[in-house]
Each structure stands twice: as C-alpha cells, then as structure tokens.
C-alpha cells in the first residue's frame, strides 16, 4: 500500500516538473526579423548610432547543464549603417571596419557563468572570442535569455537573446580616424531564435 502510493505521488510530481526540466541540450537558429546589432560610439564627443545586422546565429542551451550553452553569431558588415550616409562610408571604408576585405564580424563563446539566480539572465555572462578585421581577442557580453513575451512557462521553442558589451576598435585594428572618433563601442545585441 505504502510502495503503491510512493509510486503515484513520484509520477504526479515528475508529471508537474516543466517540460524544459526534462529536456536535452536543444540548437536554435535565428529569426532574421527579429535579429540586429545596435552599437554606440562618439564622433566629436557626440554620441552616434548605428546598427549591423545578424546573418547567422547558432545558440544550444541545454537545460540540464546552463554552463555548458553555446552561442556562436555572424554579422554582416556590409549592411552595416548608422544614421548618416558619409558616417556609414568611413565606418565601413578601409580605415575602421575594411568590409571589402573583412566582410562579417564573428562571435563565438568559450564560456558561460550564470547570474545569481542560477539562470541565463540576471547578470549572467558569456566569455567568448571575437574575430574583427581578421584579429580575435577575448571579449566578455551580458547575457539575459528570455522566453518571447506571450509564451507558455515550459515553452522553450522560441526564445530572445541580448547580449551587451564594450570593445576597443583599437584592439582590432579599426583605429582609423581615432582623432575624431572614441575607441570604445558599445554593443547591443539583440535575437530571436527558434528551435530547430
């Protein structure tokens, strides 16, 4: 009788445990729609905006093991812009970004610490490599990964990313007009995924 109800009352509360508690290391792809990289910068001390676009992203996240998630995103340097035309032109021309000979902007992850709270948000971090103008360096992003608004708890089969950080454009070699314009960029990523 004892054995019999432990059995039942195992089932119920393994039937009441979220779907993502139960699932395995799932791969996303993006939803381009949804998908940019904002970034900041000052031109004469004057802030300025621009945004590039993501053309690919590959995000794994395995709910069993949240360390052991991987992000990997391409960026389109060629479709990079930013509010003025001439500003768009330097940005992209041989002396800052060469898109010409340097045609995306890669990121690929090596390390994931979670926030606080155990979860892939709430200051959680990702440490990855940066591949620009041909030179990787080491860079670190705030990470926050979301279900999409309207979505039911256990469903993870669409998800929105951020990732945010700052770079030097020196350390890369997109030094040009550092008279003018500030070394440091913020960046501000911003995906939808879905699962494949």
Avoid: W
Avoid at 10 to 35: F, Q, W
Avoid at 53 to 73: F, G, H
Avoid at 135 to 141: A, D, F, I, R
């Amino acid at each position: 009788m004892i054995q019999r109800r432990q059995i039942i009352v195992g089932l119920a509360s393994t039937c009441a445990m979220p779907t993502a508690a139960l699932a395995v290391p799932t791969h996303y792809t993006l939803v381009p729609s949804g998908s940019r990289v904002g970034f900041q910068f000052n031109l004469n001390g004057i802030a300025q905006t621009g945004t590039i676009p993501v053309e690919q992203a590959k995000i794994t996240i395995d709910p069993q093991q949240l360390v052991a998630s991987r992000v990997e995103v391409t960026l389109n340097v060629t479709k990079a812009r930013t509010g003025l035309i001439f500003i768009t032109q330097v940005m992209t021309g041989p002396e800052v970004l060469d898109a010409t000979r340097f045609p995306t902007i890669r990121f690929v992850s090596r390390r994931v610490i979670l926030g606080a709270a155990g979860r892939l948000s709430g200051g959680a971090k990702i440490i990855g490599d940066l591949t620009l103008r041909g030179v990787t360096k080491p860079v670190t992003l705030q990470a926050a990964i979301y279900r999409s608004r309207g979505t039911a708890a256990n469903d993870l089969s669409q998800l929105d990313v951020t990732l945010n950080g700052r770079i030097s454009r020196a350390a890369f070699g997109a030094d040009g007009f550092s008279d003018l314009v500030s070394d440091t960029v913020a960046l501000n990523i911003q995906a939808q995924i879905r699962a494949n």
